[in-house]
């Protein structure tokens, strides 16, 4: 199941500079996206979300941009911290019922 | 803040014995779902559940797995024959509107 891809594997930033982390879906009918921050031995932690309505969502450091034409969302951290190191998934919705994830990208902030 | 609990953290159990996962969802929420991650893949949806009743599944979800909302509180997945490819990180998750929240996982190993 590819409908939903984050081709990085992994990202490695310096502290206080931004983190942009990237989505690319290919199923039309996803009409809602949701970034989830995942640390080992956890669950899936809900950071932000966007509705394909939208073309960008902001709160505090997170800011999530949707490009529908594109298919593609992102994921802008600014400024990143050493605690923002974890795995990033993208997930996506259509009519609000079973998320479909991302493989995820290991974000590491160096201080 | 409320939060997904899950118990247990970590089910060891023999192949073909029947376990249950349990999860306690956020209070008012009217959703609920099961998910899985099988180590080093996806997280992936099992099935989800509204007004009593499953309102959609994966074609993971057969017949030898079962969910129940036995009281107000509980939400469990039964898993009535467990095969070795059963063994993942299976999450609760529970939402009001759009936005999942995840519990933090039972380790089921299956030997």
């Known amino acids: 199941d590819q409908q939903v891809k984050q081709n990085s594997p992994s990202l490695s930033v310096q502290e206080g500079r931004i983190s942009i982390l990237n989505c690319d879906y290919t199923?039309?009918?996803?009409?809602?996206f949701l970034w989830y921050k995942k640390y080992p031995a956890e669950g899936p932690t809900f950071l932000i979300s966007?509705?394909?309505?939208?073309d960008k969502n902001e709160d505090g450091r997170f800011t999530v941009f949707l490009n529908k034409s594109a298919k593609h969302l992102s994921l802008h951290i600014v400024p990143s911290q050493p605690g923002d190191s974890a795995v990033y998934f993208c997930?996506?919705?259509?009519?609000?019922?079973?998320?479909?994830f991302g493989a995820g990208t290991i974000l590491r902030v160096k201080s | 803040e409320p939060e997904v609990t899950q118990t247990p953290s970590h089910q060891v159990t023999q192949m073909g014995q029947e376990v249950i996962l349990r999860c306690v969802p956020i209070?008012?929420?009217?959703?609920f779902y099961w998910y899985r991650q099988i180590l080093g893949q996806k997280v992936e949806f099992l099935v989800s559940?509204?007004?009593?009743?499953?309102?959609?599944k994966s074609e993971i979800f057969d017949d030898q797995f079962s969910v129940e909302r036995p009281d107000g509180s509980n939400f469990t997945l039964k898993i009535r024959s467990t095969k070795l490819e059963d063994s993942a990180m299976y999450f609760c998750?529970?939402?009001?509107?759009?936005?999942?929240?995840f519990g933090p996982g039972t380790r089921l190993t299956v030997t």
């Open positions: 998750a529970s939402s009001l509107t759009d936005e999942q929240y």
């Open positions: 199923n039309s009918m996803f009409d809602y």
């Open positions: 966007i509705s394909s309505i939208k």
């Open positions: 997930a996506a919705s259509a009519g609000g019922n079973k998320l479909v």
């Open positions: 209070s008012n929420h009217l959703y």
């Open positions: 559940f509204y007004n009593n009743e499953i309102s959609e």
